[in-house]
Nanobody, 119 residues
Framework: QVQLVESGGGLVQAGGSLRLSCAASGRTYSYHRVGWFRQRPGKEREFVAAITWSGTPTDSADPVKGRFTCSKDTTKNTWYLHMYSLKPEDTAVYYC????????????WGQGTQVTVSS
């Protein structure tokens, strides 16, 4: 079993920044990638960005390119989503997830953290 805990969400004004954290614990030795997703009000959950287990960013969704970046604290199993130039349309519940190599299915999900961007 793996546990993922997100933190760092909150209320921010448009143009502001936030950093979300995703801490993994448990049997984490066989996983390959960490993904960030969000679910905006009235919308389906969507992919935001991803990073390898070792900390190399891999890809990001077009709406956040150039504004959101991923990183990892290499001293522990904690990954970050750095969000800059936030817009009201970035308001969502943000989730992190992990998956093992050779699969497109995300195996474990965190509980989510709310990000609200005011105009």
């Amino acid at each position: 079993q793996v546990q993922l805990v997100e933190s760092g969400g909150g209320l921010v004004q448009a143009g502001g920044s936030l950093r979300l954290s995703c801490a993994a614990s448990g049997r984490t030795y066989s996983y390959h990638r960490v993904g960030w997703f969000r679910q905006r009000p009235g919308k389906e959950r969507e992919f935001v960005a991803a990073i390898t287990w070792s900390g190399t960013p891999t890809d990001s969704a077009d709406p956040v390119k150039g504004r959101f970046t991923c990183s990892k604290d290499t001293t522990k199993n904690t990954w970050y989503l750095h969000m800059y130039s936030l817009k009201p349309e970035d308001t969502a519940v943000y989730y992190c997830a992990i998956r093992s190599s050779g699969t497109t299915n995300w195996n474990y999900w965190g509980q989510g953290t709310q990000v609200t961007v005011s105009s």
